[in-house]
């Protein structure tokens, strides 16, 4: 995403982004992890487990684990939004931030 977090997201109290989701060791449920370490489960801050039935298609848990895996890039471009509108209350929003927002959604809502 090209939304860039503000100094004031970037030293708040979450995992920066991204995040993806990864099957766990344990049956049913997922876990989600950075994604800042080249995608190495090893090396990726773990953020959360969700479960059970996270990869059953169509759960309340696998929403749950989209919604949460999104989170900072949600976060993200919220921001720029904001940030933009600071700049020119009266202006509009640019094309690119809300092409942004489209991709978060997307990734929050599994396409949907």
């Given at each position: 995403?090209?939304?860039k977090m ?58 749950n684990a ?47």
């Amino acid at each position: 995403m090209k939304a860039k977090m503000s100094n004031e997201v970037k030293a708040g109290k979450h995992t920066s982004g991204p995040w993806r989701i990864m099957n766990s060791h344990k049956a049913g449920f997922v876990n989600i992890y950075t994604t800042h370490d080249a995608g190495i489960e090893e090396a990726a801050d773990f953020i959360c487990e969700i479960g059970p039935a996270a990869r059953q298609p169509g759960t309340e848990a696998e929403a749950n684990a989209r919604i949460i895996a999104a989170s900072p890039s949600l976060c993200a471009v919220l921001v720029e939004i904001v940030k933009q509108f600071d700049a020119d209350p009266d202006g509009r929003i640019g094309v690119a931030i809300v092409n942004d927002a489209r991709l978060a959604i997307t990734k929050a809502t599994g396409g949907e």
